[in-house]
């Protein structure tokens, strides 16, 4: 089962916790697996969050959720300014610092981590997580009736 959705967001730190609560919805429906579930919308609110930190000033921006039967793909979209995500990958915070460890915890909770940023035209967080399920014989069903 292909299911793609799209989120258009406000770049208000207050549509972190809707585009959260939409992906976790969509993943349950379809039986990813709870502890799969969390890793994905953790490292999606951290990338959330580097956006509305990070990028230049935008009145919005696009949550994307791609799930096929064994891996889910996010993207979260700046469509202002973007940001140096170089910069970004190349700092390594110290312990005790209270910011800049999402990065670290992006990559530990998912697969895939790739920035893409274009020039006043926006960055591109990519996150990629192959999916478990909670029950894997809802996964071979959907299989067999294709």
Known sequence: ?????ALTLPRDEQT?????????????????AEACVYDVELALSEACTNVLLHSGPGDQFVV?????????LIRVIDVGHGFD?????????????ERGRGLGLMQALVDRVDFTSRAEAGT?????????????RLLAGRRKQV
């Open 16 to 32: 972190v916790p809707v585009a959260r609560h939409i992906v976790r919805n969509a993943m349950e429906q379809v039986g990813v």
């Open 64 to 72: 994307r959720l791609d799930l096929e039967d064994r891996l889910g």
């Open 124 to 136: 591109i967080v990519t996150l990629e997580k192959v999916l478990t399920y909670a029950d894997e």
């Open 85 to 97: 995500s170089t910069k970004l990958q190349s700092e390594d915070p110290a312990l005790e610092d």
């Open 1 to 5: 089962m292909d299911i793609s959705l």
